[in-house]
């Protein structure tokens, strides 16, 4: 018996035909499902992979039913890392960046 084998981005819950995988979820060229994201990552419908919140940005939904739009913002004296799912109050050291600019080096603080 041959296994259907999906494109990137699409996968079969055993119908024998390859549909797009839901937000949230991926599958890489050749599979057979799709896998949902980690948290802190997401995806739009018919990814590859899966994407890092940006750096002062969470997500407040499980990563498997999360769309685009469900980005936060860190509100002011708090801070989150790529793929963070909260964010975290600043130390005392914390150093602010100017309006409109990242601080690599700070890890975005």
């Given amino acids: 018996m041959c296994s259907l084998l999906c494109l990137a981005g699409k996968g079969h819950p ?7 995988c839901a937000s949230g979820k991926f599958s ?11 948290t802190g990552l997401y995806s739009g419908a018919a990814s590859l992979s899966c994407s890092d919140c940006s750096a002062g940005t969470y997500l407040t939904n499980s990563a498997t039913s999360v769309e ?3 980005y936060k913002i860190c509100s002011e004296g708090t801070y989150s890392s790529p793929a963070s799912s909260t964010c975290t109050v600043c130390p005392d050291a914390c150093v602010d960046c100017p309006t409109g600019y990242f601080c690599p080096e700070l890890n975005g603080r």
């Fill in 68 to 70: 685009f739009s469900a």
């Fill in 14 to 20: 055993g119908s024998g035909q390859c549909f797009d």
């Fill in 28 to 38: 890489s060229e050749g599979s057979t499902s799709c896998s949902s994201c980690s």
